[in-house]
């Protein structure tokens, strides 16, 4: 079935309704960087740079290294690392040994991760020499399919001055002993010539990774994805981002060869950051800040600012928290982070309050974009200039990808413009299907139109401009005495109130009307705030059904890895008192 154009006049000028040229193995955005930019900076670690032609180099030795150690196409190998240097040679080499990669949070226990690697049946893994990160992989990899440990140390990518300082200085990360049978990066890269072994790859059928979703609706579930999967949506995303690269310059897309640098603040481990920084920064062969931990510095999160003063850092993908955070450092008007020019956000919904502040201070755009792990993650993004940005919507779906509105009970009927129903979405890049997981594939995959789309989970409506607006997730809808009330709604007007940092509301029980609002606040640094003002606020600026009947104020609040408030963490707490 042919894809019909996004009803709506909005629809940015000059960015085609589909794309091309993306049925190809996901590694030539690499090596085609490396090819015509060899000597352009890639990775950027503690002043230390890599070249496109020297990452190219190690990840050619890493796939000799894992053929020559017996990984065959198909099988699978996990990397449980922070946002470190040899992350992109390591996930490119794997790619080209033909092998799927299994990306791992870093933040896991030794059981998460165990069950990880026993689930996927990953034969390898690269893990960090590091006191806490190390033993947690050497207990994980017991009672799995594990033949192969590699440990990366990061005095390998620091400038040298700084590697011999750190070592007599003991300041560079280790753990206190290793695995005699262990094998360290230096030593297979100095070991193998950089020969990737010549393969042939289905772009279509054969995976590239294995993403784990967050687990925030139970157990973690391994989204299998495809070459051609995340080669679609980096195409994709080429073509709809369009900035102004200068003051009073009219928005073009990203520049190639050195001109941008991106900041790595999002973990690569999961797809949003993997795909919109890591491989966007690769395949249009610009430079990549590596930040291996976003909260460092004191107060948290200012080593990060320095990184962006630093680096001139011209684009960043974040989600909401990493927004938050910057608007609220106590020492943000010491930092200059007017070079940057766009800003993507995900992950969770941004409040416009936190993206008119932002914005004011930074003097970028920022677009909100949606998408899910189980679609590498991208599925649609507001236009990237704000003339036709709708802050508040995610914007249309990206060229080649169409979405509908299918109703809650069924998901097989598309609801009338303008009604709330389940988000579904049709698209090169949404994933062949859960790793093992035939039962699940059935219950999230709908044919409407002769074509396959994917259960979200999220509810949403399209509005008379053709905007996609998400109202929430099903499993959070609150119902207070027959009357929707959705989280998201609330959270923004408490986000307005000018001394909250942070806001999440959920659902509780009530004798009276079924369920009744809590909502969870956390203060901006230095501020003071009593029930009864935030209560008064909300009874000035929302309907009485909506209005939080208890509120409870954090010192913090609970978050994903990458920065999502979980909701669910909250609703279990509530449940215990």
Known sequence: MALKQWPTKQ?????????????????????????????????????????????????????????????????????????????????????????????????????ELNYQLKDSGAKAVFCMDHELFYPTTAAAIKGTEIKTTVICNVKTY??????????????????????????????????????????????????????????????????ALTHSNFAYDLRALEEWTRLPHGPGEKPEMIKQGGFHTFLGVLPWYHSFGMTTCMMTACGSANRLVCIPDPRAGDPPFSEVLKAVEKYKVTIMPAVPTIFVAFINHPHLEKYDITSLIGCFSGGAPLPPEVCRQFEAKSGSVIFEGYGLSETAPVASANPTDKTKRKIGSIGFPIPGTDIKILDLDTGSHEMPQGEDGEIAISGPQVMQGYWNRPEENQAVFRTVDNSRYFLTGDIGHIDEEGYIIITDRKKDLILVGGFNVYPRDVEDILFQHPKVAMAAVIGVPDAKSGETVKAYIQLKPGESASEKEISEFCKTHMAGYKRPKYIEFREELPVSPIGKVLRRVLRDEDKVK
């Open 11 to 111: 629809w940015p000028a000059g960015v085609s309704h589909v794309v091309s040229d993306y049925n190809r193995p996901l590694f030539d955005i690499l090596d085609e960087s490396a090819r015509d930019y060899p000597d352009k900076v890639f990775t950027i670690f503690n002043g230390g740079t890599k070249t496109f032609a020297e990452v190219k180099n190690t990840a050619d030795r890493i796939a000799n290294f894992l053929v020559s150690n017996g990984i065959q196409k198909g099988d699978r190998v996990a990397i449980f690392l922070p946002n470190i240097p040899h992350y992109p040679a390591i996930f490119f080499g794997i790619l080209k040994a033909g092998a799927v990669c299994v990306t791992c949070n870093p933040l896991y226990t030794s059981t």
């Open 158 to 223: 620091l400038p040298k001055w700084k590697a011999i300082l750190g070592s007599l200085l003991g300041k560079i990360p280790k753990a206190d002993q290793h695995e005699p049978s262990h094998l360290f990066f230096d030593q297979i890269i100095e070991s193998y010539q950089p020969k990737a072994p010549d393969l042939r790859i289905d772009p279509e059928k054969d995976l590239a990774l294995i993403i784990y979703t967050g687990g925030t609706t139970g157990v973690p579930k391994g989204a």
